[in-house]
RNA sequence: GGCAGCGUAGCUCAGUGGUAGAGCAGGGGAAUCAUAAUCCCUUGGUCGGGUGUUCAAAUCACCCCGCUGCUACCA
């Protein structure tokens, strides 16, 4: 089916701890990841789109037995929130993981017998069996180094983060990641796109070049796990079994071609939050070295949101759902808020104040604006039917233009995860059609010259396709409903429309216009 | 402490050697097709401070002040 000449893409986003509810942050990486895909579809690629749930370790093991329930049932029904965010956010995945399942445990064993026979690059074996100690702290599913802990109020110790430690010491299977310093700095020296944005990268980079120590990927203190193939006393350690989900549900070990590993992998796009940038960057890909499978082209990490100025936590109570998002400014408001507010891999603050600010000024007076005005003018004077142009001016062909392009402009930002970017380009083109729409001023052109109105009307019609089509990636629900209002067949919605292709016909009738973006008014 | 980075208009930021920019906010005017939305014009910055290199520095170098990230297995 899929010729070599479609091009494919495969974005992940990190499978979601289920010991948490669903937040803003989750709900924002995997938004990029939708709006990421969705772009692609349009653009005619090959699409997958993969997130999910990340269920094993002792954490959830412990939350399970707090709530007196199995692990099992502990983790269906948290991963049951982060399937119905999906839904919430109008999320378009081509699949959705959980790392409990059969065929993640599969992928995971046969990725760990592919390390275990390998060969590390300096001629030992790359997992072999030791022993770990350590101080340990369950709630944080972290070992400290005894130089960071504090001492705790009964003579106990405590992790920075206020966890009590305990010394624990275990048999365990490392992977000889020592031996895999000098590969990883060549990888980000010839793939500089790798990491991104460029300061992980730095940060990556140094860290690697500090010296790498062996990682311990295996247990023996709690079962909550994959078992380790040919010993089953041990489970993976959770990272392992968590990163492998990326192939997992591509079917790996199955390989062949015409497989959906053969076709997807590697992927293209791995979104990660910061703090999980190493395990991407560093270990994954020294894991799939060993394993000898083809690396990821690119793993992006974005920044954290604060609430109106502080930093979100559950002490604080200022943690936001994103259903409370939706409930309060719309689904595809907040889509857009959160593309558009802060430039992607930074942090950023999130306010009600400023979430009505650009609520209300581009989808309010911008885009839904234009569009009523456009279309109540056509409605009303060119017979409720898209009007018949004549000969395009200078002015006209600038316009059209600059709409039919975008696509062509904003790819390369895109691909940069600029989201922000490709905003403000097509926000750009807005500005230009109301520019345009009251120099041209249709609504007195009625009066004096009916067929330069028709022409006017005609190409801001035009000027709406086209950004109907662009910005569906970000808004797919509402955009569907102009494109509904412009009569745009549903065939000729993709990016190939863009331009003469997909050219609106005059004489076809248009439905009465209604209102995309309702003005917020705050209550006083 | 070490390494990396940031500090530009009220706010969020773009700009890496050649007469200071955008969006939002503020001010004035126009228009009235439209969700009182829109358009045009405009106020506003000694580009954190200092020294230096240069014909020329927000842009390069050094110092100082302030802030942030990373420094091993936490979205």
């Known amino acids: 089916m899929s010729g070599n000449s479609t091009q494919k893409f495969f974005v992940t986003t990190p499978i979601y701890y289920v010991n948490d509810q669903p937040h803003i942050g989750h709900a924002y990486t995997t938004l990029a990841a939708d709006v990421t895909a969705r772009f692609h579809r349009l653009a005619g690629r090959d699409v997958f789109f993969l997130t999910g749930t990340d269920e094993h370790g002792q954490k959830v093991a412990q939350s399970a037995a707090a709530a007196g329930i199995t692990p099992q049932q502990f983790t269906d029904n948290v991963s049951q929130n982060f399937r119905d965010l999906t839904k919430l956010l109008n999320f378009s995945n081509d699949d959705f993981i959980r790392t409990t399942e059969p065929r993640n445990i599969a992928a995971a064993q046969a990725l760990w017998q592919a390390m275990a026979k390998a060969v590390s690059p300096d001629g030992q074996p790359a997992i072999y069996l030791g022993s770990y100690s350590g101080w340990y702290a369950v709630r944080d599913e972290a070992f400290y180094d005894e130089a960071e802990l504090n001492d705790g109020p009964d003579g106990g110790k405590l ?12 048999p365990s299977y490392f992977f000889r990641l020592s031996a895999y310093g000098d590969a990883l700095l060549a990888l980000y020296e ?11 990268r730095n940060e990556i980079k140094s860290f690697v070049k500090g010296g790498l120590r062996d990682l311990s990927i295996s247990r023996t203190s709690f079962s909550w796990g994959v078992p380790v193939p040919g010993d089953e006393k041990h489970v ?55 394993a000898n499978l083809p690396l990821p082209q690119r793993v992006f990490a974005h920044g954290w949101w604060t609430i109106e100025g502080q930093k979100m936590s559950k002490s604080l109570g200022n943690v936001i759902a994103p259903s409370q998002l939706v409930e309060t400014y719309g689904l595809d408001q907040t889509r857009h808020l959160l593309m558009a507010e802060v430039p992607f891999g930074n942090d950023g ?31 009303k004077n060119c017979e409720a039917a898209v009007p018949e142009p004549g000969q395009f001016a200078d002015q006209d062909k600038i316009l059209l233009d600059a709409a039919y392009s975008l696509y062509r402009n904003v790819e390369a930002d895109l691909r940069l995860q600029s989201f922000h970017e490709v905003l403000r380009a097509i926000w750009s083109v807005i500005a230009g059609a109301d520019s345009y729409i009251d120099r041209n001023a249709p609504w007195a052109l009625k009066k004096t010259d009916i067929a330069r109105m028709g022409t006017v009307l005609y190409v801001l019609a035009e000027t709406l396709r086209a950004l109907g089509i662009v910005l569906q990636p970000f808004m797919p629900e509402t955009m569907a409903r102009l494109l ?32 995309l973006f ?6 006083e």
Do not use: C
Request: aromatic share 10%; hydrophobic share 45%.
């Open 159 to 170: 992790a920075p983060s206020g966890a009590p430690v305990a010394w624990v010491e275990e």
């Open 190 to 200: 010839a793939e500089p796109d790798l990491v991104a944005p460029s300061s992980r």
């Open 236 to 290: 993976m350690y959770v990272w392992l079994d968590a990163l492998v989900n990326y192939i997992a549900a591509l079917g790996f070990p199955e390989k062949g071609e015409g497989s959906p590993y053969d076709r997807f992998w590697p992927a293209d796009l791995h979104l990660v939050g910061k703090d999980i940038v190493r395990f991407h960057t560093v270990y994954w890909p020294a894991f799939l070295m060993a």
């Open 349 to 379: 603050d999130f306010s009600h104040k400023s979430a009505i600010r650009r609520i209300n000024a581009d989808l309010a007076n911008g885009i839904g604006n234009l569009a009523q005005r456009t279309l109540t003018l056509i409605q």
């Open 484 to 515: 509904d209002q412009l009569a745009v067949p549903a065939d000729k919605r993709d990016f190939a429309a863009l331009g003469e292709a997909g050219s609106l016909v005059p004489g076809t009738a248009l439905p009465p216009p209604q209102g």
């Open 518 to 523: 309702p003005r917020i008014v705050e209550a």
